[in-house]
């Protein structure tokens, strides 16, 4: 039997908005009148924060009796204990196999595959934002931002060692010379956080790509390849290299992400290992989008193609047991209408994984490579903390520290992550 497909006016019947309010039915939110205001509790971490309160501010301009309680919460950790209190209607969270994927396991995400239907989210959203919040043939909610890992630099800095015109190393050879001029000119050049809830992925990933480019990501994650492969050893061996040959802070083995980022942005380190999504803030504290660039660690095997780790930033979640449920799905909805997809390109510099032109959009240098980068056959590769089992994960986080100091070797900590994958298969905690 064929199911009626049901339209965005038939849903919101009964939970939707009606001019300012809103007509509530069988799924009535916490207010016993339809006028009366509509309190919708949102928890994300710091960033997600931030990014998303204009587009809250502006739903709730649109619709006024519908407020937004906004928790900023650093501890991803603590959203289980969110959601099984019922605290929470909207959550902002790393997806992944290790930190959504037991949230949906466990029953506190509500399906939100009626909500795709409703919406039309296939025609607007990329295959590639819909698998990273999908699990089992069912979506869990909406992607926020196709982003990738780069190291980002300094380029006033760069310009006072003579580097302007060779920002983007093209060969392994021309990265490390670049790291050769900035540690013989006085410069700690490399700085990353690896306190806590580390930037480990962000300073490792791009060696495993320049290793075994994309492709071998792929046969990493969704093959028979081993954590234990000579070239991912050799990758990682060259990585604490980075330590050992004096290119890397060791000071950021007690930062964290905050405070590395905060250190790069104050020009005591001319290159943080970050991402594109931080490119208006690095913007704003820089003076300008020309103040900075970023680049990858390209390949010492010619035969590899040139690429950078991505992925999803977030999933934009709904609670389970939420009971603005339908109006939490049109709020998240209008995040990526037009005009809100203007203010994610233009204001906070940020891609949504969506199918949409963005050539009559005002773009930044950095937003056309950006753009460029995508649509290279193999220009994106894998964010692999995404695909990792949560025991695995603790162990991958806190091992970047160890690496760099010497305290484990590359090969013992590479076997011991194999056997954490090995666990995650055998335990049906990695999907495949």
Do not use: C
């Given at each position: 039997m064929n199911r009626k497909r049901l339209t965005r006016r038939d849903f919101l019947k009964t939970s939707a908005l009606a001019g300012a309010g809103l007509l509530l039915g069988a799924n009535a939110p916490r207010s016993s009148k339809a006028q009366e205001t509509v309190v919708i509790r949102v928890w994300g971490g710091n960033k997600d924060i931030?990014?998303?309160?204009?587009?809250?501010?502006?739903?709730?301009?649109?619709?006024?009796?519908v407020v937004f309680e906004l928790l900023n919460q650093a501890d991803y950790n603590a959203a289980r204990l969110v959601l099984q209190s019922d605290s929470v209607d909207i959550l902002l969270n790393n997806p992944g196999w290790a930190e959504t994927d037991p949230l949906i396991r466990a029953g506190l995400l509500k399906d939100m595959t009626e909500y795709w239907d409703v919406y039309n989210w296939d025609d607007r959203f990329t295959d590639f934002g819909k698998l990273n919040v999908s699990l089992d043939g069912k979506v869990y909610g909406t992607p926020n931002e196709q982003a990738f890992i780069a190291y980002m630099y300094n380029a006033e800095t760069f310009r006072r060692h003579g580097l302007t015109g060779n920002?983007?190393?093209?060969?392994?050879?021309?990265?490390?010379?670049?790291?050769?001029?900035?540690?013989?000119?006085?410069?700690?050049?490399?700085?990353?956080?690896?306190?806590?809830?580390?930037?480990?992925d962000m300073l490792f990933a791009p060696?495993?790509?320049?290793?075994?480019?994309?492709?071998?990501?792929?046969?990493?994650?969704?093959?028979?390849?081993?954590?234990?492969?000579?070239?991912?050893?050799?990758?990682?061996?060259?990585?604490?290299?980075?330590?050992?040959?004096?290119?890397?802070d060791m000071?950021?083995?007690?930062?964290?992400?905050?405070?590395?980022?905060?250190?790069?942005?104050?020009?005591?380190?001319?290159?943080?290992?970050?991402?594109?999504?931080?490119?208006?803030?690095?913007?704003?504290?820089?003076?300008?989008?020309d103040k900075y660039g970023f680049f990858t660690v390209p390949p010492w095997d010619n035969s590899i193609p040139i690429g950078y780790p991505g992925g999803i930033g977030?999933?934009?979640?709904?609670?389970?047991?939420?009971?603005?449920?339908d109006i939490a799905a049109d709020v998240l909805d209008s995040f990526f209408n037009e005009e809100a997809l203007r203010m994610w390109v233009?204001?906070?510099?940020?891609?949504?994984?969506?199918?949409?032109d963005f050539s009559s959009y005002e773009l930044t240098p950095q937003q056309i490579r950006q753009t460029q980068i995508?649509?290279?056959?193999?220009?994106?590769?894998?964010?692999?903390?995404?695909?990792?089992?949560?025991?695995?994960?603790?162990?991958?986080?806190?091992?970047?520290?160890?690496?760099?100091?010497?305290?484990?070797?590359?090969?013992?900590?590479?076997?011991?992550?194999?056997?954490?994958?090995?666990?995650?298969?055998?335990?049906?905690?990695?999907?495949?």
């Open positions: 931030i990014d998303t309160k204009p587009f809250f501010d502006a739903y709730t301009a649109r619709h006024e009796n920002e983007d190393p093209q060969t392994y050879d021309e990265f490390i010379e670049i790291l050769q001029v900035l540690r013989d000119g006085g410069e700690s050049p490399i700085i990353s956080g690896l306190r806590g809830d580390s930037q480990t060696f495993v790509q320049a290793a075994v480019g994309r492709r071998g990501m792929e046969n990493l994650l969704f093959g028979d390849g081993k954590w234990t492969d000579p070239a991912i050893v050799e990758a990682t061996n060259r990585m604490i290299a980075l330590a050992t040959d004096g290119y890397f000071s950021g083995l007690a930062l964290d992400y905050t405070e590395a980022l905060g250190r790069f942005l104050e020009g005591r380190n001319p290159i943080w290992t970050g991402g594109v999504w931080a490119n208006a803030a690095i913007s704003e504290a820089f003076g300008g989008s977030s999933i934009y979640a709904i609670s389970a047991n939420s009971p603005v449920a233009e204001d906070l510099q940020i891609f949504p994984p969506v199918k949409a995508a649509q290279m056959p193999d220009g994106i590769g894998y964010w692999l903390v995404v695909y990792m089992p949560p025991d695995m994960l603790d162990l991958f986080k806190s091992g970047g520290a160890g690496l760099l100091n010497g305290q484990i070797t590359a090969e013992d900590w590479l076997a011991e992550m194999q056997a954490g994958w090995e666990r995650g298969l055998e335990e049906g905690t990695i999907p495949r």
